[in-house]
Nanobody, 115 residues
Framework: QVQLVESGGGLVQPGGSLRLSCAASGSIFSINAMGWYRQAPGKQRELVAS???????NYAGSVKGRFTISRDNAKNTVYLQMNSLKPEDTAVYYCHADRQVVRYWGQGTQVTVSS
């Protein structure tokens, strides 16, 4: 089992920044990809960004150039730096970690972008 604990969400004004963190613990051996999804009210969960253990990244088109995903393998932690936030970025953000054929999820952290 892999446990994921997210932190860093909150309320921010449009144009502001937030940094999300997700720390993995438990059976962390052989974790490959980690990343972030988000789900807004009434919408499906969607990919935001992901990063492999080797550092290859993938971003949703809507966040390219504004969000940056990074990973500290020594700390088993993945980060999402979110800049130039927009109201449409408002959602619950979920961290995931892929180990072998299983995807583990965090509990989610709320990000609200509003003036």
């Amino acid at each position: 089992q892999v446990q994921l604990v997210e932190s860093g969400g909150g309320l921010v004004q449009p144009g502001g920044s937030l940094r999300l963190s997700c720390a993995a613990s438990g059976s962390i051996f052989s974790i490959n990809a980690m990343g972030w999804y988000r789900q807004a009210p009434g919408k499906q969960r969607e990919l935001v960004a992901s990063i492999t253990s080797g550092g290859s990244t993938n971003y949703a088109g809507s966040v390219k150039g504004r969000f940056t995903i990074s990973r500290d393998n020594a700390k088993n932690t993945v980060y999402l730096q979110m800049n130039s936030l927009k109201p449409e970025d408002t959602a619950v953000y979920y961290c995931h970690a892929d180990r072998q054929v299983v995807r583990y999820w965090g509990q989610g952290t709320q990000v609200t972008v509003s003036s």
